[in-house]
């Protein structure tokens, strides 16, 4: 790996042409994984894509001017210095705040090169172009609101937040909710059945921790194959599935963890304390995400978890 100041002229305008190709292909595929869902923020990114072409063109241009044809092979993973990216253009679907904020963050680090470099060259016209495209990029963000404003006008703009939240319901809050329903209230027979019978809080704490985790990987399989995303919109049918999975096994394992009390009383009261938070939390979880009225959620959640209370208490006493 090469530092920043070893580098000649010659190989920080390779450099440079190798970051304006990268950062054009990334926008590319950020207006790719956009279009679908937020067509007007995609056509922002191919903007700002053909920005980024023009700059690569402007570079490649004084470099065959300067040193000829051949531009050696230089890339930002080669000098220390730059931000390792994490690559969200290559998840599906896209987060529209999380490409935004990393749009955001490569233009202040390709300011922050261009500036360096300008600083450093010594040739007077490398010296000009280097610290032309400082200030672009320096004025890339304000471009970027500027081209927001003409193709993201407010009720646009609401729209496609709208519907970014709509995905986040649609992807990560239902699976999730649909899993701490089913472990919180599945669990609920197993667990005080088996307090009931035995009286041993340790006996009902392995009855739990098992009824949980086979809920869990039940539940993460039965969503991960449910469909594939590609027609519903619902997201990579894995990550629903360990949504799912994991919040169905945290349900169970809420009440299950007070029996690692001693005291049976003590044990049991803790319990139900638990169910009556873990039932208020999926009350106000549907009403907030899926607008569920707070009482009507109330009702159904409270409705199902008395039910299956009731049965637990009954097979445990008979």
């Known amino acids: ?23 054009e292909r990334v926008y590319a595929d950020y207006a790719e994984g956009l279009r679908q869902d937020y067509a007007a923020s995609a056509s922002v990114f191919d903007g700002m894509r053909a920005e980024e072409s023009g700059h690569r063109r402007r570079l490649i241009e004084l470099y065959r001017q300067k040193f000829g044809e051949h531009i050696p092979l230089i890339r930002r ?10 690559p969200v253009w290559l998840v599906r679907p ?16 390709s300011r922050r090169f261009y500036e360096k470099a300008a600083a450093k060259a010594g040739d007077v016209h490398i010296r000009q172009l280097l610290d032309d495209l400082a200030q672009e990029e320096r004025g890339h963000e304000e471009r970027a609101d500027e081209l927001g404003k003409t ?26 909710l649909v899993g701490l329903m089913d472990g919180s209230v599945s669990t609920l027979a197993p667990v005080f059945a088996a307090a009931l019978a035995t009286h041993r ?15 869990g990987i039940s539940m993460g399989f039965a ?20 949504i799912s999975g994991l919040m169905t096994a945290l ?28 039932l208020a939390a999926i009350t106000w979880v549907r009403h907030k995400y899926m607008e569920t009225p ?23 006493s008979s």
Not at 201 to 215: K, N
């Open 223 to 242: 969503e991960a194959l449910s469909d594939d995303g590609s027609l519903t919109g619902r997201g990579h049918p894995w990550l629903r599935g360990l």
């Open 251 to 278: 349900g169970g394992i809420g009440h299950t963890l007070p029996f690692l009390i001693g005291s049976f009383g003590v044990a049991m009261t803790a319990a139900i304390v638990v169910v009556v938070i873990e």
């Open 201 to 215: 809080p340790w006996d009902a704490f392995l009855v739990g921790l098992a009824a949980s985790l086979g809920a």
């Open 1 to 23: 790996m090469r530092d920043f100041q070893s580098l000649t002229e010659r190989e920080i305008l390779a450099l440079a042409i190798s970051l304006e190709e990268e950062d």
């Open 294 to 316: 707070p009482l009507s959620a109330a009702l159904q959640v409270g409705l199902g978890g008395v039910l299956v209370f009731v049965t637990g208490v009954v097979i445990g």
């Open 151 to 176: 193709k993201l006008p407010a009720g646009v703009k609401r729209q496609e937040d709208e519907a970014s939240r709509r995905l986040f319901i649609l992807q990560i809050v239902q699976p999730g």
């Open 77 to 86: 993973q080669d000098v220390r210095g730059f931000v390792h990216r994490r």
């Open 94 to 109: 896209l987060g529209l705040e999380t490409v935004r904020n990393q749009a955001s963050a490569m233009e202040v680090e």
